[in-house]
């Protein structure tokens, strides 16, 4: 006896028998599918997966209309299998779900795609893929993700199509109308093309006005799993480019220059150090705000260097995440991902002040100047977060706050605070014994007057960026020379670290405690995929004030640069099109484009001129003859040369596009009298240019007796397509046809009836 | 209205795409992730498109439907739709609506509608009951090309389809004997009716022969006016119907008036054979009656197909104000639909020399007793009565 069970249970659905619909559903699934196993970088299980759909896909097929209840029930124990592997690995996980979940959504999709009787369950399908592609989203970090994105657009488009045609072919009786009415594979794909088109184009335009507001609010910030490295020099800089200059003593000797690993992320910063920074991502950066990544500060200048003096690490463990940052301090939050491309220093990066850590060890060390470094040097592929609190400098405030020293200006009206006397007595303040005279003379010159210490830094970066040129080209100063004195007084130019420096010893020598950092800027915005790329040039050093009463305030002098280094919010930014086309610029190099086209729009303008006026001139001329003098075509129609171009243009591209000439029954009535005409041509009866249809049918008639029905009636129905407006049914063309190849056949027989027998010549 | 807002407010297909991109949105804005924008602009882009193409893809397209003039009762008539495409773009999956006025809904399915081509659809309706139907608009209705906001349109296609009254077979009925033998001893008239034998004067009415005006009278009169022969009124059949309020209750199945207008045709057919002039009568508004003498053809048909109920309630009043239509001495049947019987007008029609047959079609409107209580006062009177039953 056969087990049934009882319909209550499965509740029935009429299952779906179109394998285009299957086909074309499977097809968008696998796009969801090989796009989230490609972001996860083909893991050991994406081949199975594969192939376990594709053969549910089949066994849905071959099983859609039975009970399938023994495979419902073997699916629900294996997705509750799925669901404990996916607890078990968020366990392991818990701080970055999105693999274990799109593992899961994998999982299930698999599983679901051996029962897909019904349009309804393809449908899930279809929403499964669409998840799919996103959770593929949120893992992608570059542009690979685009093909994966291309080929499910225009297969899911094409499943919704085949799901419509399956909704509406449901209640209704298909009508039969010949060829013209089907909707062949080349129709379709026609179809498709053009629809793609117009979703690209619309998708673009959406895309530039989707509104980006600031976000990041989900606070399970994705890291590394926990690594077990070993922690090693407890805190020290080490930079795996620069092994040599670990540690203080001895630094100074290495002038190996590493293009894709900034020089400044060391122990020391030589400032005579030279060399070209890369062009090679080293890190993308998802950000809620647009900031500067702060690296290392160096507090001790040395005439040709920088160092970090006093570094009095502090130890910062916690056993589970986040590390908490001490003596942060800030009201604005800005959340940060780092997603490292390539091998670096221990240098952790972030906005100032980092408050919250999410890292993948259970230590960190701060150092006095706010730098924070891992145990050990940072590889590629790790994922890190950060929390950071931001203190918005408000300037109009700032300027308020008088000088605390008071030199080169008025006297302080009351003394610094304690955390600003110990700034001083950590050598925030030093300035070599041997620093020029001119150089202190200079800042004397500059902030002369000033009642602030904002404004004074203020007023120096100014000068900086205004006076001196940012340039690579410069040669190592020489020996024993100051850097500061050399780029304001000899050279003028220089790369960012002689503007920062140059800042911090005119900031110093006007009693400003300053210190310079090295870090990254920015990077560029990738509007698709949402991360600032951050290439090796995108090393930066710049300068932190301390101001009274306020704290470290960050400044840039070098020019091209935001002189006040704030994180830029992109809240309530209602369009990308500005980032979208810096970073066309930027990876297509606009820019350089246009000034070709300007250079050829320059050699060529008198040329141009020319050529439009001489062409201008001639198919005026040539227009207006053929105008005049219309030409029998061989096909019989009277027009003019251009019409006859335009025509064959038009069959040129029909041919090339695989479109028939007979795409429309009027087209197909027209065709077949214009071969009609063909052959009387070929027989030695052209059609005259002044003939009317009718006329010449007059003259066919007499001329190919033994054809008169079938030249009649091809006439009738030319006339009728080409000038009545009426709409040509299918059946018409048919009959046209028909009637053509009554024509052919009647008209073969030169003389006498059709029905005798062709003329044998005598055989000799 | 508020069927459209019912209809949009449906979960449909584009609501799920609605719902998964604002998700999507808030996830891509917590999380910052630029693909997914770029997925939430497609999607966007894809409902964009899905509201745009469907009205895109009906705008231009004409229908027109072609039906026979007439059929009878429970015999199928044809309905040809044609939807043609007079641009020079195709069209994609089109479902053609056609609610006909018998109350089914016939849907086709367009897979592709070349350029410039039509495209023909034939579906049969078979009316159960006499009238005139008027078929609604042809819908057009499409979601191409993914399913979503489906839009339609609606062309008018003006068409309308007699449904003659199908005479009962057993009804036949011959022609009084007297005027057949009349009829079949003036063989040498043109028409049976056709004789010298001058009988008065009367008022023109349709189908009368214009041979017969008479230009005295209808100088005096100031309408037309004719000559009424004896022979001519002697072959006269007149039939009345009886369409008070009453007899066409709304129900869905026979109705006393359709039988009525059953038994009205079956003698009209008699008429026509044996070459009788025949007129028809039924109440029209107050006061006045609609009439049809000596049609040809199937006039008498037609007429029988679109009368609808008047104001009179019974065929008695009907007599009254159409009395100087019914000629003398002519075969008068009445086709009953409420026992109502009236002395008044039995005697006119006795002073008259009308002979009258009734046929009193039965329906729930009126008691048993009722029925019965006619039959006897109109059998006391002589006149013959036949008594039919409405099928339930």
């Known amino acids: 006896m056969k087990f049934r069970v009882p319909s209550v249970w499965l509740p029935h659905h009429p299952p779906e028998h179109s394998v285009p619909f299957r086909a074309a559903t499977l097809a968008t699934v696998m796009c969801g599918i090989l796009a989230t196993l490609h972001e996860q970088e083909w893991p050991a299980f994406a081949w199975f997966v594969v192939g376990l759909t594709a053969l549910g896909f089949w066994v849905s097929y071959r099983r859609r209309t039975m009970s399938n209840w023994w495979i419902k029930a073997l699916l629900f124990l294996?997705?509750?299998?799925?669901?404990?592997d996916f607890l078990v690995n968020l366990v392991y996980s818990p701080y970055d779900p999105r693999i274990p979940l799109a593992n899961l959504l994998l999982w299930l999709q698999t599983l679901h795609s051996w029962d897909l009787p019904a349009r309804r369950d393809l449908n899930y399908s279809l929403l499964t893929g669409f998840i799919l592609v996103s959770v593929a989203a949120v893992l992608s970090h570059d542009m690979t993700y685009v093909p994966f994105l291309a080929a499910f657009l225009v297969c899911a488009l094409l499943t919704l199509h085949y799901?419509?045609?399956?909704?509406?072919?449901?209640?209704?009786?298909?009508?039969?109308?010949?060829?013209?009415?089907?909707v062949g594979f080349r129709r379709?794909?026609?179809?498709?093309?053009?629809?793609?088109?117009?979703?690209?184009?619309?998708?673009?335009?959406a895309f530039l006005l989707l509104p980006r507001y600031g976000g990041m609010k989900i606070r399970a910030l994705p890291?590394?799993?926990?690594?077990?490295?070993?922690?090693?020099?407890?805190?020290?800089?080490?930079?795996?480019?620069?092994?040599n200059m670990e540690g203080r003593v001895g630094g100074r000797q290495q002038r190996h220059f590493d293009p894709n690993n900034y020089h400044g992320f060391n122990a020391v910063l030589d400032l005579n150090m030279r060399g070209q920074l890369s062009h090679e991502i080293v890190m993308r950066v998802r950000s809620s705000e647009e900031s500067y990544y702060r690296g290392l500060a160096f507090n001790h200048y040395n005439g040709d260097g920088w160092e970090i003096a006093n570094e009095d690490l502090k130890t910062v463990t916690s056993l589970n995440p986040p590390l908490f940052i001490p003596d942060s301090q800030g009201d604005r939050e800005v959340v940060q991902t780092f997603y490292l491309e390539k091998d670096m220093a221990n240098v952790v990066f972030s906005t100032f002040h980092a408050f919250q850590l999410f890292f993948p060890t259970d230590t960190v060390y701060v150092d006095a100047h706010a730098g924070i470094r891992a145990g050990f040097p940072l590889e590629a592929g790790m994922v890190y977060s950060v929390i950071s609190m931001y203190r918005q400098p408000r300037p109009a405030w700032l300027r308020r706050i008088p000088s605390a020293l008071g030199r080169f200006g008025p006297p302080p009206r009351r003394p610094p605070m304690a955390w600003f006397r110990d700034a001083i007595a950590q050598g925030d303040l030093d300035l070599p014994d041997g620093l020029p005279q001119r150089v202190r003379k200079l800042a004397q010159t500059l902030t002369r007057g000033m009642g602030s210490d904002y404004e004074k830094a203020s007023a120096i970066c100014l000068y900086l960026q205004n006076h001196f040129v940012y340039s690579d080209d410069i040669p190592p100063f020489p020996p024993g020379s100051d850097t500061a004195d050399q780029f304001l007084f000899v050279y003028r130019k220089g790369l960012c670290e002689q503007f920062a420096t140059s800042m911090a010893v005119l900031c110093r020598a006007a009693g400003i405690p300053a210190r310079l950092v090295t870090g990254y800027i920015p990077g560029t915005f990738n509007p698709f995929t949402g991360y600032y790329e951050v290439k090796s040039a995108d090393a930066h050093a710049w300068v932190e004030i301390l101001v009274d009463r306020f704290g470290w305030v960050p400044f840039d002098p070098t020019p091209g640069f935001s002189a006040t280094v704030h994180p830029a919010t992109r809240e309530r930014q209602t369009s990308m099109l500005g980032p979208v086309v810096e970073y066309l610029k930027e990876k297509i190099g606009l820019e350089r484009i246009a000034r070709w086209e300007a250079e050829a729009r320059r050699l060529l303008d008198p040329y141009a001129l020319l050529g439009v006026a001489v062409g201008g001139i001639y198919f005026g001329w040539y227009g207006w003859l053929q105008f005049r003098k219309p030409r029998t075509s061989e096909g019989g129609e009277t027009e003019t040369p251009l019409r006859r171009l335009r025509r064959r243009a038009r069959a040129a591209a029909r041919r090339l596009l695989g479109r028939r000439e007979d795409d429309t029954p009027a087209a197909g009535v027209m065709d077949a009298y214009r071969r009609m005409v063909d052959q009387l041509a070929r027989r030695g009866h052209p059609r005259q240019a002044w003939q009317t249809p009718w006329e010449f049918s007059r003259e066919a008639r007499e001329a190919v007796p033994q054809a008169q029905e079938a030249i009649a009636d091809l006439t009738q129905r030319y006339v009728r397509a080409r000038y009545s407006g009426q709409p040509v049914d299918e059946a018409g063309a048919a009959a046209a046809r028909d009637s053509l190849e009554d024509f052919t056949r009647q008209a073969g027989h030169r003389n006498g009836h059709p029905n005798e027998a062709p003329k044998v010549p005598p055989s000799t | 209205m508020w069927r459209r807002l019912a209809s949009w407010l449906r979960w449909r297909d584009e609501w799920t795409i609605v719902a998964l991109g604002g998700f999507l949105f808030f996830i891509a804005t917590n999380t910052q992730t630029g693909w997914l924008y770029v997925v939430v602009a497609f999607l966007a882009a894809l409902l964009v498109l899905g509201f745009i193409m469907p009205r895109v893809t009906l705008r231009g397209l004409q229908a027109a439907r072609e039906v026979g003039v007439a059929v009878f009762e429970g015999e199928a008539a044809s309905v040809r739709l044609r939807v043609a495409n007079p641009s020079r773009r195709a069209r994609y999956l089109v479902t053609v609506v056609d609610v006909d006025p018998v109350g089914g809904t016939q849907r086709f399915l367009i897979g592709r509608l070349a350029p410039l081509a039509t495209v023909s659809m034939q579906y049969e309706v078979r009316p159960a009951r006499r009238g005139v139907l008027q078929f609604a608009p042809v819908v057009l209705e499409t979601a191409t090309p993914v399913g979503f906001f489906p839009h339609q349109r609606r062309l008018e296609a003006p068409a309308e389809l007699l449904v003659y009254p199908r005479a009962p077979e057993a009804q036949r009925r011959?022609?009084?004997?007297?005027?057949?033998?009349?009829?079949?001893?003036?063989?040498?008239?043109?028409?049976?009716?056709?004789?010298?034998?001058?009988?008065?004067?009367?008022?023109?009415?349709?189908?009368?022969?214009?041979?017969?005006?008479?230009?005295?009278?209808?100088?005096?009169?100031?309408?037309l006016m004719v000559r009424e022969f004896q022979d001519l009124a002697a072959h006269s059949l007149c039939v009345v119907v009886d369409n008070a309020p009453s007899s066409a209750p709304p129900a869905a199945g026979d109705r006393p008036l359709d039988v009525a207008c059953r038994l009205a045709a079956a003698v009209a057919r008699q008429a026509r054979s044996e070459s009788c002039s025949l007129v028809l009568l039924a109440g029209g508004g107050p006061g006045e009656v609609r009439a049809v003498h000596n049609p040809r053809g199937d006039r008498a048909l037609e007429w029988l197909a679109r009368l609808e109920p008047g104001t009179a309630n019974s065929w008695c009043e009907v007599i009254r104000a159409g009395l100087d239509q019914v000629p003398r001495r002519a075969h008068l049947f009445v086709m009953a639909t409420a026992p109502a019987v009236e002395d008044d007008v039995l005697r006119a029609l006795a002073e008259r020399r009308i002979r009258l047959e009734v046929a009193l079609v039965e329906s729930d409107a009126a008691t048993a007793e009722a029925y019965d209580g006619a039959e006897r006062t109109l059998r006391a009177a002589g006149i013959a009565v036949r008594r039919v039953r409405l099928a339930s």
């Open chain 1, 223 to 243: 890291m590394s799993l926990r690594l077990n490295l070993p922690n090693m020099g407890n805190g020290q800089i080490r930079n795996p480019a620069y092994p």
């Open chain 2, 174 to 223: 011959r022609v009084p004997s007297q005027a057949r033998a009349s009829a079949a001893s003036s063989q040498t008239y043109s028409r049976a009716g056709h004789s010298y034998d001058f009988l008065g004067i009367r008022e023109y009415s349709f189908g009368d022969d214009t041979r017969h005006l008479h230009w005295p009278s209808t100088a005096r009169a100031g309408h």
């Open chain 1, 78 to 84: 294996a997705m509750l299998a799925a669901l404990a």
């Open chain 1, 163 to 182: 799901n419509y045609v399956s909704q509406a072919a449901e209640n209704a009786r298909p009508v039969a109308a010949g060829p013209a009415a089907e």
């Open chain 1, 188 to 205: 379709l794909l026609r179809m498709v093309a053009g629809l793609s088109g117009g979703l690209v184009l619309v998708g673009a335009v």
